[in-house]
């Protein structure tokens, strides 16, 4: 159980193209969702935290403006880069939790992005 | 201060061995603890999770708890070389926020 299914695996695009990722928590319902951005060698950042149904909370430094997420549902988070430059090329991350206490996030496999 | 530190490491290891990642944490509030393993290219798979003080086995992994010195480790028995990753340690705070470890990067060598 708790499987996350995050979609595109990869994406490559040209500079100024807008890009969605999907999230979406395949066997359980994902009141809390996670956007992680990680480059390589590094660690996981944390980009926002997006609770179903309200506005998503975003990290010191992440441009709310630039990185749009939805959580319109319980099994359905999406970010969307917009106007995507070669700076934003990295691996995207997302996780899911449930409502329940003491739940641990649930990853899905991440979106490769590459900007031309 | 981190709210969760680990040892960067790389920590090397050979095969068979029992390897020993640590974790510490600031907000004694703290309830629960999470391990994940991150391959390199790959997202953070958990391993274990344990919430009470004292040890939590399943099967070559151990999770060992002491909240009175606010730390978390994870052994790992009989290391094979397929364990070679980056070990995450997170906790979950008492004001429902999530808070991972830099991660320890493990060597099991043949």
């Known amino acids: 159980g708790a499987v996350v299914s995050q979609h595109p695996s990869w994406v490559i695009c040209k500079s100024g193209t807008s890009v969605k990722i999907e999230c979406r928590s395949l066997d359980f319902q994902a009141t809390t969702m996670f956007w992680y951005r990680q480059f390589p060698k590094q660690s996981l950042m944390l980009m926002a935290t997006?609770?179903?149904?309200?506005?998503?909370?975003?990290e010191q430094g992440v441009e709310k403006d630039k990185f749009l997420i939805n959580h319109a549902s319980l099994t359905l988070s999406t970010l969307t880069v917009t106007s995507a430059h070669p700076e934003d090329s990295s691996f995207y991350i997302c996780s899911a939790r449930e409502l329940i206490s003491n739940q641990p996030q649930h990853f899905g496999d991440g979106t490769r992005l590459s900007i031309l | 201060q981190k709210e969760v530190e680990q040892n960067s490491g790389p920590l090397s290891v050979p095969e068979g061995a029992i390897a020993s990642l640590n974790c510490t944490y600031s907000?004694?509030?703290?309830?629960?603890f999470f391990w994940y393993r991150q391959y390199s290219g790959k997202s953070p798979e958990l391993i274990m999770f344990i919430y009470s003080n004292g040890d939590k086995e399943d099967g070559r992994f151990t999770a060992q708890l002491n909240k009175a010195s606010q730390y978390v480790s994870l052994l790992i028995r009989d290391s094979q070389p397929s364990d070679s990753a980056t070990y995450l340690c997170?906790?979950?705070?008492?004001?429902?926020?999530?808070?991972f470890g830099s991660g320890t990067k493990l060597n099991v060598k043949p």
């Open positions: 997170a906790a979950f705070t008492k004001f429902n926020k999530f808070y």
């Open positions: 997006s609770n179903e149904g309200s506005k998503a909370t975003y």
């Open positions: 907000d004694r509030g703290s309830q629960s």
